[in-house]
């Protein structure tokens, strides 16, 4: 009984720390935004992406919560006719799920699509290590979330 009550208190304490470490930031705004993917699932590329810090800025210059380039947020701009600033929490939302919700609609496949926003379109078939390892932590991130906000319920 006592083994059984330990494993329980153990159970629980894991679960807890992982509602912590993966919490659902911007859950709603996603959902709004989201058309053809599952939010956890953007949810989780935020997560990898920029941790959920709204000021991040990558060496290579890509900005905010999805980490959009500069160039990429142009392009988005005008061939999407998005009115938006990278800057701007929400607009970096919108730039990063249609990003990659083109990407899902070019590649007609899960996985060459995050391969894709993390190394850029031209670089997907050469199945780096870098975009190996990048596709690896959002699916790890991926069925975190939705174990803890899917299966377990809300948190």
């Not at 800025?57 to 160039?71: F, R």
């Not at 799920?97 to 993390?118: R, S």
Request: net charge positive; glycine share 6%; hydrophobic share 40%.
């Amino acid at each position: 009984m006592r083994i059984l009550l330990f494993s329980v208190i153990v159970i629980l304490c894991i679960v807890s720390f992982l509602y912590k470490t993966y919490p659902l930031r911007y859950y709603d705004t996603v959902k709004k935004k989201s058309e053809l993917l599952d939010p956890l699932l953007i949810i989780s590329v935020m997560y990898v992406e920029s941790g959920f810090r709204e000021r991040a800025v990558s060496p290579k210059g890509a900005i905010g919560l999805m980490q959009i380039m500069p160039a990429t947020a142009d392009w988005l701009s005008r061939t999407y006719n998005i009115d938006g600033n990278i800057n701007d929490p929400e607009d970096n939302i919108t730039y990063g799920i249609v990003y990659l919700e083109y990407l899902m609609e070019k590649f007609g496949d899960i996985d060459k699509a995050l391969i894709a926003y993390n190394v850029g379109p031209l670089h997907v078939e050469k199945m780096e290590d870098a975009g190996r390892r990048y596709l690896k932590k959002v699916k790890k991130t991926y069925f975190i979330y939705k174990l803890l906000y899917r299966y377990l319920g809300s948190g």
